[in-house]
């Protein structure tokens, strides 16, 4: 979902062939899975989904998932799986809101996955998130940790270098979300441009929508 999506249309056709991704969307799916956020009647929408590593393996715990990108083709591979496997209950929309485009309808659980340091000014975006999640609803957000500018090695694309999860939490809860909690969902080892090999921690951040310290779960 970044300014610059053309390179996500180029690198599309080969984006699940990186197994680093792929683990990470597993991990990610299951620390979400964990939290115990996802009900069977629950409607979902993610946010930057991608070629939908996270979101098949989402859909199959939920009622209705709809998957929101700014890529063409990355939605085109995501198309291409929906039609594969026949599945009736998971929609892609091209959404780009960097052209004023804005989220629409109400989700029980709303899931952005290492989209937001793609994004330049993330406040306005979490308080579209905050419009849509149906009252009690969820946000979901897996994002990397500060990394030193080092995950991605070309940057051009990227506006955060990773977020502090304290501010994380505070943008959540300006926003209005409340019953905010996070946890390490994963921990990627990649090369790095200075050499080597880095570890690099993602995190996981849930907040509710209508909820303050005197309610019951």
């Known amino acids: 979902m970044a300014d610059k999506k053309w390179d996500f249309d ?3 056709a080969f984006w699940d062939l990186d197994p680093g991704r792929v683990s990470l969307a597993e991990d990610i799916a299951r620390a979400i899975s964990d939290q115990g956020v996802l009900t069977p009647d629950m409607d979902l929408l993610e946010f930057g989904c991608g070629t939908g ?3 098949l393996r989402l859909q199959p715990l939920v009622r209705s998932v709809v998957c929101v990108d700014s890529s063409m083709g990355m939605l085109g591979i995501l198309k291409e799986k929906i039609e594969n496997r026949s599945l009736t209950n998971i929609t892609a929309q091209l959404m780009d809101p960097t052209k004023g485009e804005v989220l629409q309808g109400s989700y029980h659980l709303v899931v952005s996955s290492m989209t937001l340091h793609h994004v330049r000014e993330i406040r306005p975006l979490i308080d579209q998130f905050y419009r849509i999640a149906a009252p009690r609803g969820y946000l979901c957000i897996a994002d990397l940790d500060p990394d030193g500018g080092e995950f991605h090695g ?6 955060h270098c990773g977020f502090d999860r304290g ?3 505070r943008t959540l809860m ?3 979300f409340g019953d905010i909690r996070d946890t390490t969902a994963a921990n990627v080892m990649k090369r790095v441009p200075s050499g080597g090999k880095k570890v690099f921690s993602v995190f996981l951040m849930i907040g509710r929508k209508g909820w303050d310290a005197g309610d019951s779960l």
Do not use: H, K, W
């Open 154 to 159: 070309d940057n051009d694309t990227v506006f």
């Open 167 to 169: 501010q994380m939490r």
């Open 10 to 12: 180029r690198e599309a």
């Open 174 to 176: 300006e926003a209005g």
């Open 53 to 55: 590593l996270l979101t």
